[in-house]
């Protein structure tokens, strides 16, 4: 298990106009050749944008690209004719294919937080598509076959444990509270990137939320 801070990560954004961004993966001109995915992720994000702030229209291809929001509402548009908004509880994926261009804004009067996180497809191309579940539950994990990847939920009280998914690879976030995993002990932004993941727990220390990947070894 490789455990990486929330303080590890590297910082992005324009704070000036109002976007604050922390990398988990090499991004950008952060370039890390001995950083650059944990099976089939390769970029785990944590954004933050004022009232009024967002990512103007920009173009993504060949990734899946799977967005949980934590506080406020993430407006999306992208060049499919897809318009949404996606609130807290809300699991948001587009399938970016062959090309798709979207547009990233915060249009509410409060501060928006989300977590994006972006996988590699097993096959390059294809048509885009998109999806938007709304109030995922606990029990329900979100299947991206096309990363050969499933995203389980965790919402947990102080005291409460639960197991994590066995997997080739298996990646945790930590959007809020503390848990301990394995011996260790992880905070908000924290992350574990854990190879053939077997019979492990978290245990809650305060009232938490998790994002765990499930998966599956490659060819």
Same mark, same amino acid.
């Given at each position: 298990?490789d455990?990486r801070r929330a303080a590890e *990560?590297?910082?992005?954004?324009?704070?000036?106009?109002g %976007?604050e961004?922390?990398?988990a993966f090499s991004f950008?001109? !952060?370039? &890390?050749?001995?950083?650059l995915r944990?099976?089939?992720?390769i970029?785990?994000n944590e954004?933050r944008?004022?009232?009024?702030?967002?990512f103007?229209?920009?173009?993504h291809s060949h990734?899946?690209i799977v967005?949980?929001v934590?506080?406020?509402?993430?407006?999306?548009?992208d060049?499919?004719?897809h318009?949404?908004?996606? *609130?807290r509880?809300d699991?948001q994926?587009l399938?970016?294919a062959?090309g798709?261009?979207?547009?990233e804004?915060n &249009?509410?009067?409060v501060?928006?937080t989300?977590?994006?996180?972006?996988l590699a497809?097993?096959e390059p191309g294809?048509?885009?598509?998109y999806? %938007?579940?709304?109030? %995922?539950a606990?029990s329900?994990?979100?299947?991206?076959?096309?990363?050969a990847?499933m995203? !389980?939920?965790?919402r947990?009280s102080a005291g409460e444990?639960t197991?994590?998914p066995?997997?080739?690879?298996?990646?945790? !976030?930590?959007?809020?509270?503390?848990?301990r995993?394995?011996?260790? *002990?992880?905070?908000p932004? &924290?992350?574990?990137? %854990?190879t &053939?993941a077997k019979d492990?727990?978290?245990?809650?220390e305060t009232d938490a939320?998790?994002?765990?990947?499930?998966?599956?070894?490659r060819?």
């Open positions: 298990m455990v *990560r590297y910082e992005g954004g324009e704070a000036a106009a %976007i961004s922390r990398h950008g001109p !952060h370039y &890390d050749p001995d950083n944990f099976g089939a992720v970029a785990c954004e944008l004022a009232p009024g702030a967002g103007d229209e920009h173009p990734t899946e967005t949980w934590v506080e406020g509402e993430l407006t999306h548009r060049s499919t004719g318009e949404t908004v996606v *609130r509880g699991v994926r399938s970016s062959g798709v261009r979207h547009v804004r &249009d509410g009067t501060p928006l989300f977590v994006q996180m972006w497809p097993l294809g048509d885009p598509c999806e %938007i579940v709304h109030g %995922i606990d329900t994990p979100y299947a991206v076959p096309e990363a990847a995203l !389980h939920v965790r947990l444990r197991a994590v066995d997997g080739a690879y298996v990646y945790v !976030h930590v959007v809020r509270g503390e848990v995993l394995g011996g260790e *002990r992880l905070g932004g &924290d992350a574990a990137r %854990i &053939d492990l727990e978290a245990a809650a939320e998790l994002l765990a990947w499930e998966m599956a070894a060819a």
